[in-house]
């Protein structure tokens, strides 16, 4: 759409919008109205004292060669190529840790997209919004900004899908693992009983499952899932998502799969890197680290962990940070570097209780109890241990129970305590039963 400086002004009545253009095409009234209307009729339009019906717009819309919406809404006629591509600035700067600049550009981008009624773009600007508050460990305004958008009607199955994958994540880090779950799965079923089935759509919700039942321990889902999700790859075309789906794939691998682990992970690290993720690719290396320790491999998830560990500081991401914080503990515990470890977990768990992230609080928990045992403070150990498995089970992290009750045991029969540490273990079994 024309206009002096590529700027529509704001508010701009439809009938000064409609001399304006045709004025700028050097047409008469006469040969925009004709054949179907009058010059007089025009005239009235333009004056603004008649308002023209969808028929009449479509008809000076076609004789001003515009798109029909673009006069109607004044937009430019290429407004929504122009808002695509500051969104996915918006999400480099995001991702980048800029957050100020992204949220400057997502308010203009979401104002812009309601003046010129371009929905589905302004959704996603507000899908971004809520996304720099989680970036900031804001999570209760994050699900906030998500149930908001959730309650609007949407036509982008991806857009629905990627906000109800983050409200499912949002009760994760809330402690209400069981619901986390019943939201995707039921999303997903319902997204899979009306086909045509949008490919990105499925391939989102299939991610963040994925993820889900691998912080449950529910390995061999995920690996189904992952089964299921693999011909979704060549259909897709965000290529965030189909570089996510290849960094929780890495992570489920296990010890003797680490080359394939290393290759999932090299190919999301490749594909954020084309995108200019930052952020993401970090939780590439935290991924790698995380496969390393568990593989009993502390040496080498080290440096895997304190790369992610600073340049997921360096972004802000303040649950990230604190999650491979976390795991750089646990690395270095093993490695018998106590005071490092204690120091890197207390920082974590500081985090964690600031923001009331139900994991990661147990997490600290486990890992400053398991220091505590090995410098054989046995009554602050136990302490801890025990309310690691606590929170763990208030947030139905059943695997996590089994890991904290058989620390706990372990630290009980050391004091010859065999009754308490019998009834724990106990404990850890029924968790154990309940991992389906």
Do not use: K
């Not at 305004?141 to 149930?147: D, K, L």
């Amino acid at each position: 759409m024309e206009a002096t400086g590529g700027v529509v002004p704001g508010g701009e009545p439809l009938g000064d919008r409609i001399r304006r253009l045709r004025t700028a095409r050097g047409l008469t009234q006469q040969q925009v109205a004709e054949p179907r209307y009058t010059r007089a009729f025009l005239g009235a339009i333009e004056a603004g004292t008649r308002t023209p019906s969808p028929e009449a717009l479509a008809h000076v819309a076609e004789r001003l060669g515009l798109p029909v919406d673009d006069l109607r809404y004044g937009r430019p006629a290429d407004a929504a190529a122009r808002l695509s591509g500051e969104l996915a600035s918006a999400r480099r700067a995001l991702s980048a840790g800029d957050l100020d600049a992204a949220d400057r550009v997502l308010a203009d981008v979401r104002r812009r997209a309601d003046d010129y009624h371009l929905p589905e773009l302004g959704g996603w600007a507000r899908y971004y919004a809520a996304e720099a508050d989680l970036h900031r460990g804001r999570a209760p305004a994050a699900a906030a900004g998500y149930a908001r958008l959730a309650a609007q009607p949407s036509a982008c199955p991806a857009l629905r899908a990627a906000v109800l994958a983050r409200q499912s994540y949002c009760l994760l880090v809330g402690g209400d693992a069981p619901r986390a779950v019943a939201f995707l799965e039921d999303g997903l079923r319902a997204l899979r009983a009306a086909p045509p089935v949008d490919p990105d759509a499925e391939l989102r919700l299939t991610n963040a499952l994925m993820y889900t039942f691998l912080e449950l321990s529910w390995r061999h889902r995920a690996r189904r899932l992952e089964r299921e999700a693999l011909p979704l790859l060549p259909r897709a075309t965000r290529g965030e998502w189909v570089a996510q789906f290849y960094a929780v794939a890495g992570q489920l691998r296990r010890d003797g799969e680490l080359d394939e682990a290393d290759r999932y992970l090299r190919e999301a690290v490749r594909r954020y890197a084309e995108l200019g993720l930052t952020r993401e690719i970090a939780l590439c290396h935290w991924a790698r680290g995380y496969v390393l320790r568990r593989a009993d491999r502390p040496a080498e998830a080290g440096p895997e962990l304190r790369r992610a560990r600073q340049m997921l500081g360096a972004v802000g991401a303040v649950f990230d940070h604190a999650g491979a914080t976390l795991e750089l503990a646990e690395s270095r515990r093993r490695e018998g570097a106590l005071d490092e470890a204690e120091e890197l977990a207390g920082e974590a768990a500081r985090t964690a209780a600031g923001s009331r992230h139900q994991e990661l609080m147990a997490e600290a928990d486990l890992v400053l109890g398991l220091v505590r045992a090995t410098r054989g403070a046995g009554d602050d150990a136990r302490r801890l241990l025990s309310r690691a498995a606590d929170r763990y089970e208030q947030a139905g992290l059943m695997g996590e129970v089994v890991v904290a009750c058989r620390h706990l045991g372990e630290s009980l029969l050391a004091e010859g305590a065999r009754a308490e540490a019998a009834e724990v273990l106990r404990r850890g079994l029924r968790a154990a039963e309940r991992l389906t």
